[in-house]
């Protein structure tokens, strides 16, 4: 008797670990949040609690050398992952499609969604607090499982409904674009802030 697996699901964890990068990309988040009025009053009429660049700026590479900085250090990062998944890019490469910046305040969270048209996506950790948000992912099967009973409580990660995993300052988190993922509430007393991203082919 064997027992095979098949429809891995991978998610690319990686540490930058640079300090002076983390405390730079902290500041232009600051700046951001106090000079994007367009940033700013999309998150009042959308409910987002703290800022975001995503529907506002689209140049923060060209706006702040910190952005473009980190786009450097995460691009061999992409190409790994991507090798890893076994793409088949017909000669092409993955490029930054979007960038942005959340500076998500206490109590703060982002539901359940994917991001659609495009192929990795991830997130880079710039300030993570005590008691902050874990990314939660959801396995991409669920909405097919009907009767399957749950995983048992101490069952093993791989098989799991949905994985949390705890980010620290410094931390690069990348998966595939399809796979549906959330924020939970920021339990922390002060903002999470982070850089999140879109790459397409």
């Not at 450097?72 to 490029?95: C, I, N, S």
């Not at 982002?110 to 996506?121: A, D, K, M, N, R």
Request: charged share 25%.
């Amino acid at each position: 008797m064997t027992v095979s697996r098949h429809f891995v699901t991978d998610i690319y964890r990686a540490s930058l670990g640079d300090a002076e990068l983390n405390a730079d990309l902290f500041d232009a988040a600051k700046m951001l949040a106090k000079e994007d009025r367009a940033g700013r009053g999309w998150c009042r009429q959308n409910g987002y609690q703290g800022y975001t660049s995503y529907s506002s700026l689209d140049d923060l590479p060209q706006r702040v050398t910190c952005f473009d900085q980190l786009v450097r250090l995460m691009k061999p990062h992409v190409e790994t992952f991507a090798g890893q998944l076994q793409m088949d890019l017909r000669g092409k490469r993955l490029k930054l499609d979007n960038i942005w910046v959340n500076v998500l305040d206490p109590g703060g969270s982002h539901t359940g969604h994917i991001h659609p048209h495009c192929v990795l996506s991830g997130t880079y950790y710039v300030r993570v607090p005590d008691g902050a948000s874990s990314l939660k992912f959801e396995d991409p099967r669920l909405p097919m499982m009907m009767a399957a009973p749950a995983p048992r409580e101490d069952a093993d990660e791989e098989r799991r409904r949905f994985v949390y995993l705890a980010p620290t300052a410094g931390d690069l988190l990348l998966w595939e674009s399809w796979l549906r993922h959330e924020v939970p509430p920021n339990r922390a007393a002060s903002s999470r802030v982070s850089v999140s991203f879109n790459y397409r082919v």
